[in-house]
Structure formats: C-alpha cells, structure tokens
C-alpha cells in the first residue's frame, strides 16, 4: 500500500516564498507529481519527479529524494492566484501497473 | 479545459437509485483513471484502464460501483443503489502510457458532483 503525508495548511505573504512539504511510503515508487487545485475545479499538473534532485518550472520548483521518501514544492515569488491546494501524487509500478495515490493535499492561504 | 470531458457535471439522485457518468478521455491517451474526491480531500483511487482492459480496482470499492471501457476510448462508472455516502466529487482523468522519466501526467475532466438525498 501507500502512505502520503503532507501539511494540512499553511500561510504565506504575498511576495514570500514558501515550501510544501511531502513524504511518502510505497512499495514501488515510480514517479512523483505535484498538482495544483482552486477551489470547485479539477486538479492541474505542475511538476514531475522521478530521478533525486531538483527541478524547475519558473517560480515552481520539485524536490524529490527516494531514500528519504521526501518531496517538497517550492513556490517563490507567491501571488494572490496561487492561493489553492497542492496534491502529492505517488505512482506506484509494483506488479506492472501504474496506479497513482494521491495525498489529502495542502491548502495554501497567500495574504496580503 | 484540458480536452477531458465529463457529463453530466451534476447529478441529484435519490437514495437508491442508479446513476451512471461517462468520460472522454483526451483521443490519444490510451489510460483512464476514475477517481472520488470529497470536501477537503485528496482525490481517492476508484479504477483505471489501460486501453479497454481495467487493470486495477479499489479494494475500497463496494460491489455497487462498476466501470467499463469498451472500445478503450470513452469509459462509464455506474452506481447502483446510491447511499448518502456517495456523495461526492466524481473525477476521471487521462494519460499516456510511459515509466521512468517520461511524466506522462493525468489530465483531470470538470468532475461530476453527485448528490444522493
């Protein structure tokens, strides 16, 4: 089975910068997405990890280390718009298929 | 809108009663997912296809749900006797096949939002 765990929620100022935090536990870890969701609207991608390391998408970027079973989203230059919950996402390629578990998500409130 | 489809977007039902949503994936992702999401929740594994084979099922889910691929394009998901507990947020997604480095992320529909009452 999986076990995703991240914050429930966090605060952040306009302008800051903040890191989400998850840690995950699979048996066949095959990837790791993170995924943003506004309020009423269907989850959208914005980063992938599969290899140790970091990886950049403009002011998103994705941590990822397998053998601590962590990943982290940071977000830098925080706008009002990304006010929203960020979903970690597991896949797991045990026994050949590519199930994806997602966490409880974390809301993040960005004030003023 | 990021090419999936999901209809109908909602759905008030009585307790009991059967109801059935359909997805269209993107054309050329040959995996669907079904997923329920309620207030305040991560969405939750329901099923999912590779082409028109259901590959992995839920242990969560109850004998009252089913979900068919046919022809590996559109997918349904039935719920027969509805209970108050179904209420929830019905999402389907879709993606390509691929491991390792390729991302191959899911691409979410609009959800369907049930209300049994």
């Known amino acids: 089975g999986q076990n995703i765990d991240q914050p429930t929620e966090m605060t952040a100022t306009e302008g800051a910068i903040v890191q989400i935090n998850c840690t995950y536990q699979t048996s066949g870890f095959n990837g790791l997405f993170w995924y943003q969701q506004h309020a009423g609207e269907a989850p959208t991608f914005l980063s992938y990890n599969v290899l140790d390391g970091l990886e950049e998408k403009g002011r998103f970027s994705s941590f990822l280390s397998r053998s601590k079973g962590y990943s982290y989203l940071l977000l830098k230059e925080l706008q009002m718009k990304d006010s929203a919950s960020y979903l970690c996402a597991v896949r797991d390629g045990s026994g050949g298929y590519q199930k994806v578990t997602f966490g409880t998500g974390t809301k993040l409130q960005v004030i003023p | 809108d990021t090419g999936v489809s999901q209809d109908p977007r909602h759905k008030i039902t009585k307790r009991g009663q059967n109801v059935t949503f359909r997805c269209d994936p993107i054309?050329?992702?040959?995996?669907l997912y079904w997923y329920r999401q309620t207030l305040g929740q991560g969405p939750e594994f329901l099923t999912y296809f590779q082409n028109e084979a259901q590959l992995e099922k839920s242990r969560l889910l109850s004998d009252r749900f089913s979900a068919e691929r046919p022809k590996g394009s559109f997918s349904t998901l039935e719920i027969q006797r509805t209970e108050q507990g179904d209420s929830a947020m019905y999402l389907c997604?879709?993606?390509?096949?691929?491991?390792?480095?390729?991302?191959?992320?899911?691409?979410f529909g609009p959800g369907t939002r049930l209300t049994v009452t």
């Open positions: 054309s050329e992702h040959n995996r």
């Open positions: 997604a879709s993606s390509l096949a691929g491991t390792g480095l390729r991302g191959t992320e899911q691409y």
